[in-house]
């Protein structure tokens, strides 16, 4: 089984800031990754799918990047509807073990 | 435009059974892997289990296995998971997927 390795596990930041959040694979998996962005009470929202390309409807101060076994997540300029637990996905298989988005 | 509908949630006793089932659309079904994955209250997402194309190839998440089956139906263009010995731990928001794209969710309840 492919293991997905997320770090950090807890970020704290300030509006304005910029971000990033690591991904890694255990083996190559192309860029067969998701991430997501998940928040009380609500459904689990996609923000990126392929490891790049930014679901529709999502702002553009997110981006992913990466291919084979490392992966990121940027969120460019911290806005405070952002501060939530993100996770990435292999496709069809393990998430990460989340990274929570703290209020510095 | 990819459509994932569950159904077959509902609330059962520890030790009883479902069997949760997924009508896939907009794509081309039997040419996809799909899985489920579950958010239990308050937690986070995980992985329950995933299928290959034909059925042939099956993967669950430790907790799972010898409980849950997964299996599809491609005349039908339907997943199923079957999940039987049910635990209270197994109480979750169980999401059907094909990759990135997930279903609305459908909710299984374990209490007594």
């Known amino acids: 089984d492919i293991q997905m390795t997320q770090s950090p596990s807890t970020l704290s930041a300030s509006v304005g800031d910029r971000v990033t959040i690591t991904c890694r694979a255990s083996q190559s998996i192309n860029n067969w990754l998701a991430w997501y962005q998940l928040k009380p009470g609500k459904a689990p929202k996609l923000l990126v799918y392929d490891a790049s390309s930014l679901e529709s409807g999502v702002p553009s101060r997110f981006s992913g990047s990466g291919s084979g076994t490392e992966f990121t997540l940027t969120i460019s300029s911290l806005q405070p509807d952002d501060f939530a637990t993100y996770y990435c996905q292999l496709y069809n298989g393990r998430f990460g073990q989340g990274t929570n988005l703290e209020i510095k | 435009e990819v459509q994932l509908v569950e159904s077959g949630g509902g609330l059962v006793q520890p030790g009883g059974s479902l069997r949760l089932s997924c009508a896939a659309s907009?794509?081309?079904?039997?040419?996809?892997?799909v899985s489920w994955v579950r958010q239990a209250p308050g937690k986070g997402l995980d992985w329950v289990a995933a299928?290959?194309?034909?059925?042939?190839?099956?993967h669950y998440v430790d907790s799972v296995k010898g409980r849950f089956t997964i299996s599809r139906d491609n005349s039908k263009n339907s997943l199923y998971l079957q999940m039987n010995s049910l635990r209270v731990e197994d109480t979750a928001v169980y999401y059907c997927?094909?990759?990135?794209?997930w279903g609305q969710g459908t909710l299984v309840s374990v209490s007594s």
């Open positions: 907009g794509f081309t079904f039997s040419s996809s892997w």
């Open positions: 997927a094909r990759n990135a794209w």
């Open positions: 299928i290959n194309r034909d059925g042939s190839e099956v």
